[in-house]
């Protein structure tokens, strides 16, 4: 007889869902903790953003395709550091 052990264990689901409810508690947009950033007795201030450049390359070179067929469709753009 053999005896597998179990791939989700009682403790190992518990944990997965909790972290599912608590990532049904973050803003899609800033991902802010829901409970705290839509308390209207909190202020927040923002400060200055950060530019990441390699996402500036891929949005440079999607805006090169948007007469493209679909160009929703282009899902893959690689991208390397220039040497």
Partial sequence: MTTREV???DDE???VIAFLD????LCPH?????????????????DAPSRCYRCD????KQA???E???PEALVSWPVKEKD
């Fill in 7 to 9: 791939e989700w264990d």
């Fill in 13 to 15: 689901q518990a944990k």
């Fill in 22 to 25: 608590y990532e049904d508690q």
């Fill in 30 to 46: 800033c991902s802010g903790f829901l409970p705290d950033t839509t308390d209207p007795e909190k202020s927040w201030q923002a």
């Fill in 57 to 60: 390359v891929v949005l440079q």
């Fill in 64 to 66: 090169d395709y948007t």
């Fill in 68 to 70: 493209q067929r679909r």
